[in-house]
């Protein structure tokens, strides 16, 4: 994978106009109790505020780790946003910034 994936982030993420019509077909986001961190929308939210910086990597761990990436949300989102592909990416960027 080279550096190119955080412009598929980025492209992925700027996409989602946090509508939500994603975030109730979401089995990963049901699975956890229907809290927000685990929705779709929150996992774009997440990976916008992890490129410009006010998201701290620890913080989007489980968000971004816990998508079964199944693409359901996808069929839901009028924007074309590519959740289960942006997390894929979002992992990688995860692996080299975060601080343990
Ligand atoms: S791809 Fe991930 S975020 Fe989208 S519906 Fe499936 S588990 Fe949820
Ligand atoms: S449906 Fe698409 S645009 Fe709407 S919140 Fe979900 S990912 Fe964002």
Redesign the pocket.
């Given at each position: 994978m080279n550096g190119d994936y955080k412009n598929i982030m980025k492209e992925m993420s700027d996409k989602c106009i946090a509508c939500g019509f994603?975030v109730y077909?979401?089995?990963?986001?049901n699975a956890h109790g229907q809290v927000e961190y685990f929705?779709?929308r929150a996992?774009s939210l997440i990976v916008r505020g992890m490129l410009e910086g006010h998201v701290d990597t620890k913080e989007a761990v489980e968000s971004i780790f816990t998508?079964?990436?199944?693409?359901?949300?996808?069929l839901e989102c009028p924007t074309g946003v590519d959740?289960?592909e942006m997390?894929i990416y979002a992992r990688e960027f995860i692996n080299k910034n975060i601080k343990i």
């Open positions: 994603c077909v979401c089995p990963s986001w929705s779709p996992r998508c079964n990436t199944c693409k359901r949300c996808l959740v289960a997390v």
